[in-house]
């Protein structure tokens, strides 16, 4: 019995002593088992990252490929409009916020014009000129002097700005630049600069595409918007030059019988409209020059031009035809009523006070002039204004200070003014113009 007790006991203790083996094992596996796990863990949640950064740079690829394609069908349109022969300075502004909707897709614009100040020659001042994104414009925003905000910054550093470079001390000299207005947020502001001259500032806000490298997409905009601004200013000057006369403002000779008063003519006779043409010159204007000199007679000249232009009605043209020669065609007036305007026209100048008009023979600065009608005095250009010229000399003949018709038949003997209706400066009293 004993030695069964015994051997039972050896049985157990073997058995105890496998069981505790055992027991080892299995905690080694299931640490082995953990460990695999969290390997496995960290290489899923390394791969999650992965895949995470795999779709952002696959979202950039694709607004990246967006803005180059964007770029692609915009830019050959937008740079042909931009040096375009017929593009206004006006049209640029718009031009501009189409490139960068094309780039940036922005829920905000502004673009500025760089303005001279009514105390400074050189632009000290940015004026709005178009934007997208603001319901309300506040005042703060309409005009902004160089140096106030962050436009005014830019305007005045001319530097490009992302939104991170105005927390850098070294961009802004240590100095805190807040927002021109509260509800503009601006991702990039940059200037449009020709040379040493600011044209003006672009700012963008809200970006629904942000391209790679968006400074330099931005610089293309502002490059190309400055190019395009400064060829349509010399296109508008030099379109200006070909047209109009240097010392008056009005259009020249060769542009006003070649083009507007063509242009008159082919719709007076397509449409059975009537069209007259006045023809006058300033009295005596020899004798002004040479008591006052050619710089008051170029004064004179300005001044009637000014008095000239704010008298024309819609639809009619004028022109300095030559020295003191100046011609008027009136749209849709005969020759009766063309004849009356044209007298009014005289009575103003006539009432109107010149420097040194004393020094005249009469004591006023005053013309004469001729009208001749379509179709019945000419059907051209010229005729027009060759038979509204012999009016002019008819009434420079009956004593000038004066308007005469021309009614197609010879003038015959210089007392002779039959052939003529003469208005004479007698007439005032009816016109209501006139001085003593």
């Known amino acids: ?147 106030v905000g962050k436009l005014g910054w830019v305007a005045e550093r001319r530097v490009d700005m992302l939104a991170e470079d105005w927390q850098s001390p070294v961009r802004t000299d240590g100095r805190r630049i807040e927002d021109n207005c509260v509800g503009l947020k601006l991702d990039i502001v940059g200037p449009l600069v020709h040379g040493t001259q600011l044209l003006g500032v672009l700012g963008i806000g809200s970006l629904g595409i942000r391209p790679q490298d968006e400074k330099l997409m931005f610089q293309l905009v502002t490059n190309l918007g400055a190019m395009a601004l400064v060829n349509s200013e010399q296109r508008a000057r030099l379109s200006e030059q070909a047209t109009t006369d240097g010392l008056t403002g009005l259009l020249n000779k060769g542009y006003f019988i070649q083009r507007e008063l063509a242009q008159m003519i082919n719709r007076a006779e397509r449409e059975a409209r009537p069209l007259s043409v006045f023809i006058f010159d300033i009295d005596h204007f020899k004798n002004y020059n040479d008591t006052n000199g050619h710089p008051a007679g170029d004064d004179l000249l300005r001044d009637l031009a000014a008095i000239l232009r704010q008298s024309l009605r819609p639809g009619d043209a004028c022109c300095r035809y030559g020295g003191e020669e100046f011609v008027v065609a009136m749209s849709d007036l005969a020759a009766e009523e063309a004849l009356r305007v044209a007298d009014r026209l005289r009575s103003q100048i006539a009432g109107h006070v010149f420097p040194h008009e004393a020094k005249q023979p009469s004591g006023d600065v005053t013309i004469s002039g001729g009208i001749a009608a379509f179709p019945h005095d000419g059907t051209s250009a010229q005729e027009l204004i060759r038979h509204a010229d012999v009016a002019l000399y008819e009434s420079k003949r009956g004593g000038r200070n004066r308007v005469a018709r021309y009614r197609g038949v010879d003038i015959g003997d210089a007392d002779d003014a039959t052939g003529f209706d003469l208005v004479q400066a007698g007439d005032d009293r009816e016109s209501g113009a006139g001085r003593p």
Request: aromatic residues 2%; proline residues 5%; hydrophobic residues 50%.
């Open 1 to 147: 019995m004993l030695l069964l007790a015994h051997l039972d006991l050896l049985v157990l203790a073997a058995l105890a002593g496998g069981l505790g083996a055992s027991l080892v094992a299995t905690r080694r596996k299931v640490r082995a088992l953990d460990e695999q796990i969290e390997r496995m863990r960290t290489l899923l949640a390394r791969s999650e990252a992965q895949s995470r950064d795999t779709a952002r740079i696959l979202a950039r690829m694709r607004s990246e490929r967006g803005v180059v394609a964007n770029l692609a069908l915009s830019l050959p349109h937008l740079v042909q409009e931009l040096n375009s022969e017929e593009l206004k300075p006006r049209k640029v502004p718009e031009l501009i916020l189409s490139l960068v909707d094309a780039l940036f897709q922005p829920g905000q614009v502004v673009y500025y014009a760089a303005r001279s100040s009514a105390l400074a020659s050189s632009p000290r001042e940015l004026h709005l000129v178009a934007q997208t994104g603001l319901p309300d414009v506040p005042e703060s925003l309409a005009r902004v002097p160089f140096g």
